[in-house]
Structure formats: C-alpha cells, structure tokens
C-alpha cells in the first residue's frame, strides 16, 4: 500500500481507458509486477521488509529510443574516493534517495508508455484513490500511462541519471572527465566535495560540515525524500566502509559472505583459494549434472562479484572457473568447493586502503606463461595500488592470444591492462592532485629491454605484433614510468597462479 501510495504522491501514472487506444497501443501494454523482499544492510542487519513495483520493461522495443545507457561510479573510482577520505581526515556520509527513477519525467523520450495493473494492485489503488474506478476493465484490472521513470522501463535509469546529474551540475559540481560519475565542487569555504554516484546511493565526503549542510539542504529542495546516514562505519552499494583507523579505511562485504556460504553446504574451510592443480583440465573426466551444472554457476557468479571489489586474492581461482561455467566436470566442482572453503575459513577478510605520504599510483602487472594446459595460453595478473596500501582494482585473466615465450607473455599482460593504471592516473589528477606518472613494476627483465627498444629486435622477437608496444610512447610522453621489481616482491604472482 505505501509503494502504491507513492505512485500517486508522486503522479507516476494517469489512468487511461482501454478504448481509447491503437490497436499498436494495446499490443505495446506491458505488464507490471510487485516485488517484496526482506532487506538487510551490508553488515547483515535487518533493514525493512521492502515493497518496489516495477514496470515489465523487458516487453519494450529497445529500438525505439536512441539512448538507454545509464552509467554508474566504477568500483575502482569509489575506493579511491574512500581512500582520498582517509588519508585527508574528510568526513564521509551516504546519502539515499528515495523513489529516486520516480523523479524523472518520461516526457523526454516522446514515447508512450501504457502499463496494465492486474486485479489484486487495482483494487488496492482503489482503496487510495476512488477516482481510478472509471478506468477499472470487465476482468478487475486497469491500464496506466506512465508519466515518470517507473523501476523496470527500459529507459528509467537513463532518465534518472540524466536528471540527478542535471540538478548536482545546477548545484556547482563538476564531472570528473574520467568518470562521470564522481562530481567535486568547491563550496562557499573553498574546500572540496566530492559525490560517488551509484544509481539513487551517494557516498560523499569532504572536510567541511558546512559542505554537508549545503549539499542537504539542495538535495532536500530538489527531491522529495532523501537519508542521510553518518558515522565511521557507512554501508554503501553491498560493502562496508570502516574509517575508524585514522589514515585508511578497510572495507568488507560481511552480508554478501553469509549469503554465499549459507547454503553452498561447504563445512571444512580451506587455506589456500586453489591448489597447483588449478588450470590443468582432463578430457577424461565424468561431466558435472544439472544440479550440479546450476550450483557451480550460481556461486561462480557470487564469487565473482565479491572477488572484484574486496576479495582480489579469490580472482585467479574464480577467473579459471567462469571459463569452465559451460563445460563444467566434476574436477570443477572440486576446485569450487575448495574456494568456498577457503572463504569459510577466512570469511572476515578484507582489502584495507592507505595512501600515506605520498600519492602515487603503481601497478604490478606480472603474467604466466604457458599455465592453461587445454589452449597454452598465458594468465596476466594485475593489481594498481594508490600509495601505500591496498589494491584499488585488480585483474586475473587468460590472455587472449597464444604467446611463443615468458618474455612475449608478459609484454602481452603489460599491454592489456596498462591502460588501467593510466586511467586511474588520470582520474586522480581529475580530482585534483599531482601524482606524477604511474609507476609499473615488472619482474622480466627481456620484456623491459623490448619496452625499451620500442619494438622487436631480434629474430626471436619479430613475431611480436608492434601493437603491444604502445606502452613505449606513454613512457616517452612522462605518463608513465616502468620499474623492475623482484619476481620475490611481485605479489600480482597471487592474480596470475595459485600460489
């Protein structure tokens, strides 16, 4: 009743008579669903039991409209931003904004959209609003025509986006060319704001309380509910930011570890992700079943999600196995069930984020030669860290291309994932910090005399395709700086190989 309250507070819809429409019109009705849920933050507490009804979007024709893309802060730029926060001493809140797509208008992308209500939501829009019973069909059910940017239109989150990024830029804030989504502004006492958006959640932090009361107070104005939640342990999108050490911020997906481990029905906790076995595949082996088949799916996936943002030393192992999702055997599920394992047993870890004194940003990139048995392909590992400590993005992937050599292997994984470390680079300058060019650590001393040269030189060499050699112009133009770094002291070893 309150979500459909909503709608009517906010004219989310007007009610239409069927037999008004197209014959068109009434074969595009789409159809609507409520879905209720128990929701809990990323600590695991209990949050609300939580109503959304959303549009059958799915049933659009995607043709129709020229943009639909609605980006989000990557997860790379959100850590840097906490970790920006930490080493200055900001303070940090997030803020929610409530029915946040219902802000937008739809009127902008000049199509109709007529949504059917089924019985059961009539009856109760009814109860809300008794004008609606002229609109009420034969069969108890009702068609809308959609005046805002319902949950599950095709177009919402574009249109949302567009809005929310609109009302911030009126505000001052600024873009940060290399992510759209972290906006900073320079409030009335010349000190920085910064936004990470992500949909309708805001993770903001500056030094100034005056900042946070006159960004309030805006959004308050602008936008019907919002809260606002403080302290030095904030959830934001599924991780846990605790700031309570001056200097760093650790982070944790506690809820997101419970859920995978409480029904994956894995009991004996492991020590280490995979063993050496890892990436060796046998053709004589019996093939999963259909339970089994959705089982290593569903909690590949999990894993996944969870290894990208605070779990970076699950991701050779988690890596491996999404390229075994369609072909899975029961050595798979073995390997599965030995990270599962070793989540049980180390199920409170973390990444923890420290810049120190200085501001530099260094990628350790390191490749395997020759570790796929099945295709003889290379694994890159990469890890970029921002100071100190702690790895802002992280990288475990099976090289595309076949390579002839270790040294070629590794020229490759420089290749493929230096941009990274460059676009991070570039971001943080964005933010307005001077942090020289990047550093990036390599442990091949051949592959740094080839960097060098700038192409091949030999006729061992030759073979090498000149595109991976880009990285030598960067060098030249002082955007980067290419150091060697022990093999012993490379722990992006732990991204390219069980170790």
Known sequence: MAELKQMVDKGVWHGIKVSGLSIAQRRAIIRSSMFLKDKYSASGV???????????????????????????????????VAAIAASEGRNVITIDIGGAFLNADIAPTGIQVHMRLDRVMTQMLMQI???????????????????????????????????????LEYDGFVANPYDPCVLNKLGADGVQITIA??????????????????????????????????????????????FTVPGEVSITMENCVRDILSECGVTAPRATPAAETLFDVRSDVEKASLSEVKYFHTYVAKILYLAKRVRPECLTAVSFLTTRVHDCDIDDMAKLKRLLGYLLGTRDRGIVLRIGEHMTVRAFIDAAYGVHTSSGKSHTGCAIVLGNAGALFCKSTKQKIVTKSSTEAELVGLSDTATQAIHMRNFVQAQGYEVGPAIIYQDNMSCMALMKRGGPGSERSRHINIRHFWLCEKVRDGEVIIEHLGTEKMFANALTKPV
Request: proline share 2%.
């Open 129 to 167: 609003d008794p004008t609606y019973q002229q609109y009420v069909e034969a069969d108890g059910s009702m068609v809308v025509q959609l005046d805002k940017a319902l949950y599950g239109c095709v177009e919402a989150a574009a249109l949302w986006y567009a809005d929310l990024r609109s009302k």
């Open 46 to 80: 209990f949050d609300k039991f939580k109503a959304r009804l959303v549009a059958g979007g799915e049933e659009k024709d995607k043709g129709l409209y020229e943009n639909l893309s609605s980006p989000t802060a990557a997860t790379s730029s959100v850590l840097t």
């Open 197 to 242: 958006v992500h949909v309708d959640d805001l993770l903001v932090t500056s030094t100034s309380n005056y900042n946070f009361a006159s960004l309030e107070r805006y959004l308050q104005s602008v936008f019907p509910a919002i809260s606002v939640h403080r302290g030095e342990v904030l959830d934001y999108i599924g991780m846990t930011f605790d």
